[in-house]
Each structure stands twice: as C-alpha cells, then as structure tokens.
C-alpha cells in the first residue's frame, strides 16, 4: 500500500549542482505531475503526464526536466541548480479521468545555497 | 481559462468556533470537479472531498460540511466547532475535463485555530 513515493525528502544543493528528484506510483496512474510549494504562492504545477511517452510543460517548468518511461516513474530533474528553486517539491498521481483524486508524495525539501 | 480563488489568505479563531473557508473558481467547462485538500503542520497533502459540476447537493461529514453553489461558482468549507487539530493550510482545485487534466490550485488558505 506505498501509493505514492518520493525521494530524498530532503536534500541541500550548492548553485549549479544537478539532482534528480525521484517519484513512483503503484497505483497505475496515468497522470502524473510535479508541484513546488512556495509561501503565500500554493502549489504551483511544475511538469505533468497523462501517460508513458508523454509529459508537458505546466505554469513554472524552467530549470526543470522530465521524463515517463514507465507508467510508474517520473522523475524531475534539475538540471543547473539555482537558490530560486529552493522550495518544497511534491510528486502527485490519479486516474486521467476528470474525477480522479490527485495522491499526493510526502515531499521534499530542497535548499539550494 | 481555469482559475480557483481562496481570498482569505490566513484566519484565527477560537476552538469551537466555526470557520468557512471560501473558494471561488473560474471556467468555461460544462463538466468539472472540485477538491478541497488539507496540509497538516507536519505537511503531507491529504485529500477531504470531491465534488462534480453536475451535483450541487452540499455534504456533511462530521464538523466538515461543503456547499458548492454554481451559480455564485463557489464551493465553500465549513468547520464546525473547530479544534486545534483542524489547523492547518486548506487547498481548495479544479480539474476540468476539456483542459488537459490538469488540477488547478488556489493559493490556500491557512487557519489557525487558537485553543
């Protein structure tokens, strides 16, 4: 009953450093996304997956790449780490239908100094 | 375009007063649903209710009630008799179905319920 994975749930980066955030789902979900979290600002929609091949971009996805190889995983990479994305990222899976509920992971707090 | 709305940025009340949380959201779609989710202090993202755009019957469960009235596109929370363990940060989204599935998030909501 894991639901909805992600790792490391924290983690420091120096500017210019590049990480990969880690999410899993087994609960065969084709819709996938990741969020950061800021202050005062919500969830703001990183990346998103309706399914295996496909990702598109959401309202903040510069600095960010993705990738869906598997229904499974998507995983989020940094790929030049700026103290702009310090924040607090979750990964989030549901069924594509419009009334699916999003799962949540537990998030992870990244600090870029 | 889609956008959900929670103007109340930040509310404090007394333990068992009741509290309602508003949520305001904008779309074209005929067909859509509505979520309200709650973040803890310790910050996990937990889901509460779901809501269709064809079904404006308000639910209880518990302390917890929602009205969803289309007509004023709104799908208020109240917490009745609120307690300590109800504070925490309330997300109210929207997906609807013609926009790519994507969730739309107002900025949340945070109460604090003072004992």
């Known amino acids: 009953n894991a639901g909805v994975t992600q790792t490391p749930k924290f983690q420091v980066l120096k500017t210019g450093q590049s990480m990969t955030l880690q999410c899993a789902q087994d609960m065969n979900h084709e819709y996938m996304s990741w969020y950061r979290q800021d202050p005062g600002m919500g969830l703001r929609l990183i990346h998103y997956s309706v399914g295996a091949g496909i990702t598109d971009q959401g309202e903040v996805p510069n600095g960010y790449n993705v990738s869906r190889s598997t229904t499974e995983d998507f995983p989020l990479r940094l790929l030049s780490a700026a103290p702009s994305q310090t924040s607090v990222y979750f990964c989030?899976?549901?069924?594509?239908?419009?009334?699916?509920?999003?799962?949540f992971g537990s998030g992870t707090q990244l600090s870029v100094l | 375009a889609q956008k959900v709305t929670q103007a109340q940025t930040e509310i404090s009340v007394v333990e068992k007063e009741d509290v309602t949380l508003d949520c305001v959201y904008e779309?074209?779609?005929?067909?859509?649903?509505l979520f309200w989710y709650k973040q803890p202090p310790s910050g996990e993202l937990v889901f509460l209710i779901r809501?269709?755009?064809?079904?404006?019957q308000n639910e209880i469960s518990g302390r917890y009630s929602w009205n969803f009235q289309k007509s004023t596109s709104s799908f208020n929370f109240t917490i009745t008799a609120s307690q300590v363990v109800d504070s925490a940060v309330y997300f109210c989204a929207l997906r609807a179905l013609n926009t790519g599935n994507q969730f739309y998030f107002g900025t949340g909501t945070s109460l604090t319920v003072i004992p």
């Open positions: 809501r269709n755009s064809f079904d404006e």
């Open positions: 989030a899976s549901s069924y594509s239908s419009p009334g699916g509920q999003l799962f």
């Open positions: 779309t074209r779609d005929t067909t859509y649903y």
